[in-house]
């Protein structure tokens, strides 16, 4: 089975200023796909960034960018020019192919909570 | 309107009660799931559905049961609620198997 892990509880970071969330997982398989979803206090799960493995190039979404290492099975996400609206937890997802007839379903790390000072 | 809704948003219950939790889609998606949230524990899968005639049990499936009554509608049960099933609840929806989930606005359940 797949495993996610988030090892910050929790971040803090200036208003503006960037940081970047770590993410590893552990899988024998080699395709596959990585998402970070973000739940402010409203308690919504929202997408905020997607990565199919077999593609190399980072994904990227407006200030939001991960650096996908596969080799070493890291997934973190970077969040530039930090804004008060993205204080929530973070929670860094994995998903299987499913091509090879296993379950589905997103597997989760257990979250970092992002605090932004102002 | 909301693409995947979820009834009710708050409930609480007493021990040994019989709950239903209803989740309803209008995005047309084949996929439907049910997550359990803890605090400190992130998301974990109880059960998920390919179509109505094809159920799978998830991660934590035990003293829980799910009906898929039509596309759109996927339903999670608690035959006998216990208190540490006090969480909250998410339903999620994706299309085809490579695609990112789109969740509900959860239901917090609380079991006395």
């Known amino acids: 089975a797949q495993t996610v892990t988030q090892s910050q509880p929790e971040m803090s970071v200036q208003e503006a200023e960037t940081v970047t969330l770590s993410c590893t997982y552990d899988?024998?398989?080699?395709?596959?796909?990585l998402f970070w979803y973000k739940q402010p206090p409203s308690r919504q799960m929202i997408l905020v960034i997607r990565?199919?493995?077999?593609?190399?190039q980072n994904a990227t979404e407006n200030r939001f960018s991960v650096n996908f290492q596969k080799a070493a099975k890291s997934f973190s996400l970077k969040i530039s020019d930090s804004q008060l609206g993205d204080a929530a937890m973070y929670f860094c997802?994995?998903?299987?192919?499913?091509?090879?007839?296993?379950?589905?379903?997103?597997?989760f790390g257990k979250g970092t909570h992002l605090i932004i000072q102002p | 309107d909301a693409d995947v809704t979820q009834t009710p948003r708050n409930r609480i219950t007493k021990t040994g009660k019989r709950i239903m939790l209803e989740c309803s889609q209008t995005?047309?998606?084949?996929?439907m799931y049910w997550y359990r949230q803890d605090p400190g524990l992130g998301l974990r899968l109880i059960y998920y559905?390919?179509?109505?005639?094809?159920?799978n049990k998830g991660e934590i499936s035990d003293g829980y049961s799910v009906s898929r009554q039509a596309q759109a509608k996927f339903s999670l049960s608690l035959e006998s609620a216990i208190p540490n099933q006090t969480a909250l609840y998410f339903c999620?929806?994706?299309?085809?198997?490579?695609?990112?989930?789109?969740f509900g606005p959860g239901t917090r359940l609380t079991v006395l």
């Open positions: 995005k047309g998606h084949d996929r």
């Open positions: 997802a994995y998903r299987s192919p499913l091509a090879g007839g296993g379950a589905d379903g997103l597997t």
């Open positions: 559905s390919f179509d109505v005639k094809d159920i």
């Open positions: 899988t024998s398989e080699s395709d596959y796909y």
């Open positions: 999620a929806t994706s299309e085809g198997f490579n695609n990112e989930q789109f």
């Open positions: 990565q199919e493995a077999y593609k190399q």
